[in-house]
């Protein structure tokens, strides 16, 4: 589909969603907040819908795409994930795997996959592409993940590029986006370059209080070791930062999460979730 006429066609719809979503959300959150004096506060999650709600018609099913961007702002989700790869060229693409087609992205010019399509039919979005839809809801924020790339120096020269891009687009604002990475380098160049954002490492060879000293603010990690170890949480609160995880899919497994004092559940069945948390979910006109 042609990418203009798409983003168009988005637009209005994205636009409307939002307006009435944050209308309802005022009275969700007053009727919320009548209920919390008359009850104990309940601890409360947002969701994150990984690589975009994509596991839905509207996107066709399509990881990362623009649709599965616009499918999460329509439904309201606090946060909508996704991954980012830059070519040998310094072009930033929404795309998951570091290698396409045999090539690996940080060593080929953009041209090499330009011209591959997604299962709804887009093209691999740019990020510029992707942000133009980001605006048009910044109520659902961004969780942007970075991924690793070949050397250090490459992985500084893309975050640099990300933070021009977002800076571009007016999206370098950290109630808009976050950042995310396997890689400790660009967690920490994150930190240097853009005080002030939540900046969470995916791995799990520090603690807290290491990823504190080195300026990160928050963990997002595996659900499993979050679940075999609680005290990292405890911890990781103590120090006045976010914990989120991933990737929780098991109606079960997300039930367990919400119990326990998480900010974030990041899912590819974000309507599931929805379904289980129920009025303890952190939407997104109340993030
Ligand atoms: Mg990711």
């Not at 702002?73 to 606090?78: C, D, I, R």
């Not at 060593?107 to 990020?127: D, H, M, R, V």
Request: charged share 25%.
């Amino acid at each position: 589909m042609n990418r203009t006429f798409a983003f168009l066609a988005g637009a209005a719809s994205v636009a409307a969603a939002c307006l009435i979503g944050g209308q309802e959300m005022k009275a969700q959150n007053n009727m919320m907040m009548m209920q919390n004096n008359a009850m104990s506060v309940t601890h409360k999650v947002a969701i994150a819908a990984h690589r975009g709600y994509w596991n839905c018609e509207e996107a066709g099913y399509a990881r990362n795409s623009v649709a599965a961007l616009r499918c999460a702002q329509e439904a309201g989700f606090a946060w909508s994930e996704f991954d980012v790869n830059m070519t040998a060229d310094g072009v930033l693409l929404v795309v998951h795997d570091g290698e396409l087609e045999g090539k690996r992205i940080d060593a080929s010019p953009y041209s090499e996959f330009q011209e591959i399509t997604l299962e709804n039919g887009e093209k691999i979005p740019l990020l510029g592409d992707y942000l133009m839809q980001a605006k048009e809801c910044p109520s659902t924020g961004l969780i942007l993940e970075l991924k690793e790339h070949s050397t250090p120096e490459i992985e500084d020269k893309a975050v640099k590029a990300t933070v021009a891009e977002l800076r571009e687009h007016g999206m370098a604002d950290p109630k808009k986006v976050m950042f995310i990475s396997f890689s400790i380098n660009i967690c920490r160049q994150f930190a240097r370059l853009m005080p002030g954002f939540t900046v969470q490492y995916l791995g799990d060879g520090y603690s807290p209080a290491r990823l504190k000293s080195m300026g990160i603010t928050g963990i997002d990690a595996d659900f499993t070791s979050l679940a075999d170890t609680p005290g990292t949480i405890d911890e990781a609160r103590r120090l006045g930062m976010s914990v989120n995880c991933w990737t929780v899919n098991k109606t079960e497994d997300i039930r367990k999460m919400a119990g326990m004092k998480i900010n974030c559940i990041t899912t590819d069945f974000p309507m599931e979730a929805r379904k289980i948390l129920g009025s303890r979910e952190i939407k997104a006109a109340a993030k």
